[in-house]
C-alpha cells in the first residue's frame, strides 16, 4: 500500500513539475552563473585540496543546488493548503508517510536532474571527475533533497502564509551555505570557523562529494558523510510524516 | 433508527501562549442513519473544530465517538474509509483537470486504475460533469466546482458525507441545485449527511434535525419545528429567532466584565 500510495502522489507531483518546464530549467541557473563566472576565477588559486579547483567547486554547486532548491519545496504546500487540497487528502485512506515521500522523491527527481545538467555544463568548463565519483554526488543530492524538503514541507504546514515562510527559510539557508564551505574548502578557514562549520551537517557532506570527486572513497570524509546524510534523512522523514499525520493542531 | 455518528464529551483544546484554550468543551450528540444533520452555531462556537475531529483531521483531546462503526480514536484508517467530506474551500487544484482529479481521488481510495477511470465517469455523469472532464478545475463556475468538490467526496459511496458550508459563494441558482443534490443522496443512496451552515433558510429547507453549539458545547437539538416552538415561542418563529434566543442576543459575561485600565 505504502508504495503504491507513494506511486500515486509522485505522479501527480511530477506532472506538476512537468507542467512548468521554464521552472525546472530555471533552477539550475544559479548555480550555473557561479560556475560561468566564479569557477574561472578559482582555477589558479591553491584551494589545499587534491585535483583541480573544478574537483573543488562543482561538488559545492552541487549542494548548493540541493540546499537552496529543496528548503523551498514547503512554498507548494502553503499553497495547497489554502486550495484545501492537503486536506481533502488527508480525509482520505492514502499512507501518511506517501504523502510526504511522494512528494520528497519528486524533487529529488528535479534536483537530480538540474545536477545532470550543471555536471553537464561542468564537463565543458573543464571538469574532470571519475565517473564512480559523479555518480556518488548525485546520490548525494538525492539524500540532500529529501531531508531538506521533507523540513520544508514540515514547516510549510505550519507556517500560515509565504510572508512568514520566506524569512524563514532565508535564515536557515544563508548561514547553512556560508558555513559548510560551499563555495571554497573550510580547510583554507581559521580554526574557530573551522570548528563552527563542524556543526553544520552540510559541511560533512560536501567534504564527502569532494573525496568522491578525486576518487577517494574510503576516506574518513566519506564515512561521516554518508552516516550524517542517512542520519539526517531520517529524523527529517519521521518529523515530516509526524505533521503530515496531526497537522492542524 | 441506528446511530450513524455518536459522540460523548468529545473536546479539543489547543495550547496556546496565553494558556490553553477549549475551542470544543465536550460535544455530545448523535446522528441517526439517512438523516440531514444541519449543525449551526455563531462563528468560534466549535463548529469547524468539532467537524475536523470528526474527519480525522483533528485529534480529539478528550471524549469519544464513533462514526459508522468506527472508533474515531482509536480506527481513524477505518473511519475514513466510510467518509466524505467537502471542505469549504473545496479540495482541487486548479491547474489540474477534472478527469486527471476524479481519478487521482478513485486511486487514493486504492481502486484500480481502470475501476478509477470508470468512477470518474460515473461521478461526472451522476454531478452533470460530463462536459467539463477536460476542462481545469479553475476554470469551472462556482458552482461546477462545488458539484466536483462532492463528486470527489462520493468515489467511494460514503456512508457518511460532510459538508462544511457547501453553498457559501454561490448563486441562487446553484444552491437550489445542490439542496436537490443533497436530498437525492439521501434518498437514492441512504446516505447521511452532516452539513454545517451560517445560513439559517438553508437549515430549515434542508435539515430533518438541527444541532446548535456555542461556546463549545451543544447549547439545543431538535427539529427544525420543535425547536422554534421551544425557543422562538411559536412555529410561526423564524429560525434566526431561536437561533438568537438559543445563543442568547445580549452581551455576553465577557462582554460585560470590567475593562482593565
Known sequence: MLLHDTALVYGRYLRQSLRSRFALLFGVLTPLLYLLFYGPLLTDLPLGGQGSSWQVLVPGLLLQLGLFGALFAGFTVILEKGQGVVERMRVTPVSRLALLLGRVLRDATVFVFQAVLLVLAALVMGLRAPLAGVLIGFAFVALLTVSLASVSYALGMKVRSPQEFGPLINAVSMPSMLLSGLMLPMTLAPAWLDVLSHFVPFRYLVDAVRDAYVGDYTSAHMLYGVLVAVGFTALAVTAGTRVFRTAGS | ?261
Open chain 2, 1 to 261: 433508527m441506528a446511530a450513524v455518528i455518536s459522540t460523548a464529551g468529545l473536546a479539543r483544546t489547543f495550547p496556546t501562549r496565553s494558556g490553553p484554550v477549549e475551542a470544543v468543551r465536550g460535544i455530545d450528540l448523535t446522528v441517526h442513519e439517512g438523516e440531514i444533520l444541519g449543525f449551526l452555531g455563531p462563528n468560534g462556537a466549535g463548529k469547524t473544530t468539532t467537524l475536523r475531529m470528526l474527519t480525522t483531521l483533528l485529534e480529539p483531546t478528550g471524549g469519544a465517538a464513533t462514526v459508522a462503526g468506527h472508533d474515531l480514536v482509536a480506527d481513524p484508517a477505518g473511519v475514513r474509509r466510510v467518509i466524505g467530506y467537502v471542505a469549504q474551500s473545496g479540495g482541487v487544484d486548479p491547474q489540474i483537470t477534472v478527469r486527471e482529479e476524479l481519478v487521482t481521488q478513485g486511486r487514493l481510495y486504492r481502486l484500480p486504475r481502470a475501476r478509477a477511470v470508470a468512477r470518474a465517469a460515473e461521478l461526472a455523469a451522476e454531478l452533470d460533469l460530463t462536459g467539463f472532464l477536460d476542462r481545469k478545475t479553475g476554470a469551472l463556475s462556482g458552482g461546477q466546482r462545488r458539484r466536483l468538490d462532492i463528486a470527489m467526496a462520493l468515489t467511494h459511496r460514503p456512508t457518511v458525507l460532510f459538508l462544511d458550508e457547501p453553498t457559501t459563494g454561490l448563486d441562487p441558482g446553484s444552491r437550489a441545485d445542490l439542496w436537490e443534490l443533497v436530498r437525492r443522496l439521501r434518498d437514492e443512496h441512504g446516505t447521511t449527511v452532516f452539513l454545517t451552515t451560517h445560513y439559517l433558510d438553508e437549515a430549515d429547507a434542508l435539515a430533518d434535525r438541527l444541532v446548535i453549539v456555542d461556546r463549545g458545547t451543544v447549547a439545543a437539538e431538535g427539529t427544525p419545528g420543535a425547536l422554534k416552538l421551544r425557543y422562538g415561542g411559536s412555529l410561526d418563529a423564524t429560525l434566526q429567532d431561536t437561533f438568537l434566543a438559543v445563543t442568547g442576543r445580549g452581551p455576553s459575561p465577557a462582554d460585560t466584565a470590567p475593562v482593565a485600565v
